[in-house]
């Protein structure tokens, strides 16, 4: 069973139409935002995706806020796997990471906060171009030649 998560209808509408191309899959989509989590979801996710986050959500998971990794650590069973892609832009971004008060965007930062939120196994590996999230919001930010992605995985 899978479960896709955005406080924006419009982005559970375009995941939802492009679900039908996934046959046998069993997906369910939810209105809401990480901070309204994990509630009747804790500790029931076996893996955690967060691709290319923006606003709040990439404040929580790139900014170093170890509180608000705490709610995404109550989704996960023991053991279960976590991972988040962004793609970050220290010029480009800056307006964002401004309006986020994040001053920069270190990843030893994001390492040290997913620690202290109780991850484990941590790793953050660049990404080549031709990755395989191809999302929509990839193709739209990828338009900055020199921006490149970023995987980190953890063990909840």
């Known amino acids: 069973m899978f479960f896709g998560i955005d406080p924006n209808h419009s982005g559970l509408i375009e995941a939802s139409q492009k679900a039908h191309r996934l046959p046998g899959r069993n997906l369910h989509y939810l209105l809401a935002s990480y901070e309204s989590l994990p509630g009747c979801f804790a500790g029931a996710a076996e893996s955690v995706s967060v691709l290319f986050p923006w606003g709040s959500l990439l404040k929580a998971v790139a900014g170093g806020d170890a509180n608000s990794l705490c709610n995404l650590r109550a989704l996960c069973k023991p053991g279960a796997s976590a991972e988040v892609v962004t793609a970050i832009d220290a010029v480009a971004d800056a307006g964002e990471l401004a309006r986020l008060r994040m001053q920069t965007f270190e990843v030893e930062r994001m390492r040290a906060a997913w620690t202290s939120a109780g991850f ?21 930010i990828r338009q900055r030649e020199d921006r490149i992605a970023i995987r980190l995985t953890a063990r909840a």
């Open 120 to 140: 484990d196994d941590i790793e953050i590996l660049p990404l080549p171009a031709g990755h395989q999230y191809q999302t929509t919001w990839w193709r739209r």
